[in-house]
């Protein structure tokens, strides 16, 4: 579809949350198309978690947005699809890859929300895009894990903080889950959310920079559990860690349920979005160093900073592979 100006920041470029919204519609239909191919227990199927996603370059408002998903992997009860979103100018015809991600999507019942149903598998044209696949799902399923048990974090307003601190820019968003929001079951649309928590991470991008940002990476969104229509959610943002022309942003979603099921808060969702500052003509400005105040502050930017070294390794590993 075409880039209108509401999905754009106010320098023309679009949303990073609108990306991902994008993304996660087109690994929705999918999946949903797979899980239904064979005879048994209609379903929908729900997003389970977003790998690394990496804005390889930024859309504008008026160019074609082409995203196309393939599905490479099932295991018993989820399904792994592949996006690659592609924009055209369609005033010139030039086309370039934006964005290339990878979902897992596991299908529930519509007769019963919390029942998962067992996936049709695929044919591999290989053994070993089999044994590669299976490998990824072994590794997600181990984050999901690990990051599920470090979920505790709340974040707290500060009184009158300093600027370039974590309590500076830190901001969070309330939102009352509505029927327009939610899938068929009732559940909120992983799309939804990431919308959500991307203009959280951006609101603390600006209010750290206060220049045009713009989102360059999100690393694994995991979706711990559902969130329900009437349903309200707190998307909560706060700054981790700056490079010289980057910075990390910790975002989590806590939902309340209040209509049918009333239980106490829980975190649904949790990730880590990388952003960098530009000027007017588009190019990348210096970003201020974060403020650490706290013992934990410190702890989780020497965090950032592992994540961050080890994303770069990997980045000039790839490049000296490709020159090769």
């Known amino acids: 579809r075409i880039m209108r100006p ?9 949303h990073g949350g609108t990306i991902l919204k994008m993304i996660e519609e087109a690994g929705a239909i999918i999946s949903t198309r797979h899980c239904n191919s064979q005879a048994g227990e209609p379903c929908v199927a729900a997003l389970a978690r977003v790998e690394r996603t990496d804005f390889l370059s930024p859309m504008c408002i008026g160019e074609v947005a082409n995203v196309s998903a393939e599905i490479t992997y099932t295991s018993r009860h989820s399904v792994e699809v592949q996006v690659n979103v592609m924009s055209e100018n369609i005033l010139t015809g030039a086309k370039k890859l934006t964005n290339k991600a990878t979902l897992w999507y596991v299908p529930l019942s519509l007769k019963n929300v919390n029942k998962v149903l067992e996936v049709p598998p695929i044919q591999y044209t290989r053994k070993e895009q089999e044994d590669e696949g299976k490998k990824r799902y072994e590794e997600q399923k181990l984050d999901r894990l690990e990051t599920k048990q470090r979920n505790g974090d709340v974040i707290f307003p500060i009184i009158n903080p300093e600027l370039h601190t974590v309590g500076y820019s830190q901001s969070s968003l309330i939102h009352l889950v509505g029927p327009s929001d ?51 959610i707190t998307i909560s943002g706060r700054m981790t860690f700056t490079s010289n022309k980057s910075m990390e942003i910790e975002v989590f979603v806590d939902a309340d349920p209040f209509v049918d099921e009333p239980r106490d808060r829980y975190r649904a969702v949790s990730a ?53």
């Open 6 to 14: 509401d999905d754009a920041n106010i320098a023309g470029n679009v």
């Open 272 to 324: 880590f979005f990388t952003y960098v500052s530009l000027s007017k003509e588009g190019k990348p400005l210096p970003v201020p160093q974060l403020l650490t105040e706290t013992e934990d502050e410190k702890r989780r930017f020497e965090e950032g900073k592992g994540r961050y070294l080890q994303t770069k390794a990997k980045r000039q590993a790839q490049m000296q592979q490709a020159a090769q």
């Open 182 to 232: 939610c899938t068929l079951l009732g559940f909120v649309h992983g799309g939804v959310t990431m919308k959500l928590m991307d203009e959280v991470a951006g609101i603390v991008a600006a209010r750290h920079c206060k220049t045009n940002i713009v989102t360059a990476s999100v690393d694994a969104i995991n979706f711990h559990e559902k969130i329900k229509k009437g349903c309200v």
